[in-house]
């Protein structure tokens, strides 16, 4: 598990910070300023802004630290009314920050709806889960459908990175509440057993998140969800890693993971696009690894082939890259 998601992080770093980078070479849209209404040039120094940062930090930990004391003192709906408190003065605060006409207060404005989307999923789930003692399943799929609505909502009102993030978790969690209700036989409650003609747990959820992470990101490119940036990465780093989520269990599920990263690879061609290669490139080390170790573990010949073939192959790929710049070198004489 650790290693799970020390895999993940490697993963999300590349994608947005390599996204990020891609589509400010290629002059694209990198922040959704156009949408938001954001005027480009920065007028404010960075001490500036981080001194705003700050102070939304020193709020958080004093309000964290003052609430905390108090916290299992005024029960389960008193927290979902703080939580819902919050999510409203985070609201309100971003509506005030947003009429400065500052890039960087606009993205402080970002944050804090950004915050108000998490106090307003912490609010119902303690409601639903805590209070009226819904299931798993039921409070997912309505914490899942009140963030989506609430964050698109948000997302319409400014096209923000931070924005678009929280839309995309909302869906997420609407897609594993759903999973979680249709694997459950009726009239069981939260028994994880499904029937014989349901889908496994594991399919439930791995198949549906690896359709929405490629279509997610179609969205992105087409940029109907923006920004780029973000909406790509999110999309392929969850279609790359949903698969894994049932291979351990269905062995046919690795050639789906093996598929979609040899095609991010090959799309990455095209759109000269590095951190797509690369997402591909880790996911397909990720998913040969563990197809080796579980199915050629007792056949040292075949690793050892494959360890030889790949020299091969990076040997290739280094001639290539030299013959290309020599080419490079003698075109420009």
């Known amino acids: 598990m650790f290693m799970f998601v020390i895999e993940l992080v490697v993963l999300a770093a590349v994608g947005f910070g390599g996204f990020y980078y891609w589509a400010q070479q290629r002059k694209l849209p990198t922040a959704g300023q156009a949408a938001a209404g954001e005027p480009g040039p920065r007028r404010i120094s960075l001490v500036t802004e981080a001194a705003a940062y700050a102070g939304v930090i020193l709020l958080l930990v004093g309000g964290v630290t003052a609430i905390s004391q108090r916290w299992n003192d005024i029960g389960r709906a008193g927290q979902g009314g703080v939580l819902a408190a919050a999510a409203v003065f985070f609201f309100l605060a971003g509506i005030i920050v947003r009429q400065v006409r500052e890039p960087a207060i606009q993205r402080l404005a970002g944050v804090a709806w950004f915050l108000s989307v998490a106090g307003a999923a912490g609010a119902v789930w303690l409601a639903l889960y805590h209070v009226y003692g819904k299931t798993d399943a039921v409070t997912a799929v309505a914490v899942g459908a009140g963030v989506t609505l609430y964050a698109a909502a948000l997302w319409l009102l400014r096209r923000g990175a931070l924005q678009s993030l929280a839309l995309f ?64 990465p999110c999309g392929v780093i969850l279609a790359l890693i949903a698969p894994g989520f049932a291979a351990g269990h269905y062995g046919w599920m690795y050639v789906i993971g093996i598929a979609t990263a040899a095609a991010a690879m090959a799309a990455s061609v095209p759109l000269r696009n590095t951190p797509l290669l690369a997402l591909g490139a880790l ?32 040997g290739l790929a280094v001639l290539g890259a030299m013959s290309m710049a020599l080419a490079a070198g003698r075109g420009s004489r």
Do not use: C, E, K
């Not at 080796?292 to 990076?314: D, E, F, K, W």
């Open 283 to 314: 996911a397909m080390s990720g998913y040969l690894t563990a197809v080796a170790a579980r199915y050629l573990h007792q056949s040292p010949g075949v690793p050892s082939a494959l360890a030889i073939t790949g020299v091969l192959i990076i």
């Open 169 to 232: 978790a909302g869906l997420v969690i609407t897609i594993l509440g759903v999973a979680d209700i249709i694997t459950v036989p009726a009239g069981t409650g939260s028994v994880p057993a499904p029937a014989p003609n349901l889908p496994t747990p594991v399919l439930a959820i791995a198949l549906p998140l690896w359709v929405f992470g490629l279509v997610w990101a179609g969205l992105g490119w087409r940029r109907y969800v923006g920004p780029l940036w973000v909406t790509i």
